[in-house]
């Protein structure tokens, strides 16, 4: 990870002075002017031909990276940019900045008039904010001329949490963009296959997802090999594109960089959308370069159906607990939530268990938590056996992918 001026992990950048506030509206306007402007270094390259490409190490999987120099001045443009225009945030980038090629790009403060009518001012504090700059996200895909994979990407984390995302694709100009409790220029799909969902995943491992998601939904599950983080999250918007494929669900099972997939996280988040771990673990943007835990991106239908109250039901009196049997942990056995006294009825938009009356007979049931990986969102009633209540959700949650 290069922070300034190399690689190896968060330091404090030159320049910066602690307190001081950030306008995460002009954060904004300078992340989607960076994306644009490493963006076209990345075409240039690509297309005269002079990737210069070499190998700069191997994934733990065992795969070669590839480094060109699209992705070195890609970067050096990129990070240039927003440290210029922000000297005092933290920037968090793939590639290594080498303080020999320093350059000064200067940001003139104009906010596009689309984020102007969008967006609202807000101030947050400088050393609250980390930037996850990928200048140039499939570098395989762009060796190999793959244009409609590549991506440059900027993610803002406030605290920790993904606010500001864009994802622009330098080979046709689209710029997507993004801001939690803000707005964004793009947004979901108005449909998406419930039954049977087109599951996007990596081209390198696509027969491991393979295998589980045809176990889950059945052999008419689709799957969708491509490269690239940021070109899957694109896969489950409304992306006017011709050569954007479309998905219900992005899976990734092994490692995967936070500069991947900071900024499709808080596209994700800012539409009502959700990216966890595989188990259902949010992401910080924070500390270490790396995600241990794989992920699951699913579209916003999907999440909104799954927030609703269901109205779970026992005809037990009392009810000592919920057994939700599924295969969702990493040890591939069932899921024991114990119920504690005095809760009832499902759960709320947040995920949280609603406190009532004791239960009763015909009360309705929570638990202390459930896991939140529904990929059709619908949820059966209790059912009574041996004077046990067990709630039988397998068909629903995402079986548990070896890594």
Known sequence: MAVEPAAGGPET????????????????????LAAVRGGEEVKRVR?????????????????????????LLSNR??????????????????????????????????IPEDIKQKIQ????PAESVTVWIDPLDATQEYTEDLRQYVTTMVCVAVNGKPVI??????????????????????????????????????RSHAG???QVARQTFGNKTVIIPAGGAGYKVLALLDVPEKNQEEAD?????????????????AVLRALGGHMTTLTGEEISYTGSDGNEGGLIAIDVAKKNEISEDKGFHSTQNPVSNLSLVCSSNKNHGKLE????????????GNDKALQGENLSDGSPLSVKKTPNIFLEGRERYPKTQDGKTQFTIAEEILPSIPT
Not at 249 to 262: L, N, S
């Open 13 to 32: 950048p030159h320049g910066s002075a602690p307190g001081g506030a950030v306008d995460l509206r002009e954060l904004l306007a300078v992340s989607v």
């Open 47 to 71: 297309e005269g031909n002079v990737l210069n490409a070499k190998a700069k190490g191997k994934t733990r999987e065992g795969a070669e990276e590839q480094l060109t120099t699209g992705d």
């Open 77 to 110: 443009r990129m990070f240039y940019l927003l440290k210029g225009a922000f000297p005092a945030i933290q920037i968090n980038s793939e590639e290594r900045v080498d303080t020999a090629d320093q350059e000064t790009v200067s940001w003139d403060h104009s």
């Open 121 to 124: 001012p807000k101030e947050v």
């Open 165 to 202: 995302g864009v994802i622009h694709k330098p080979f046709s100009s689209y710029t997507a963009w993004a801001m939690v409790d803000g707005g964004s220029n793009v947004k979901a799909r108005s449909s998406y296959n419930e039954k049977t969902p087109r599951i996007i995943v990596s």
């Open 208 to 210: 491991k997802v393979e």
């Open 249 to 265: 669900v992005y899976i990734h099972v092994t490692y995967i960089k936070k500069w991947d997939i900071c900024a499709g996280n």
């Open 337 to 348: 939530y114990q119920l504690e006294e005095g809760m009832v009825g499902g759960r709320n």
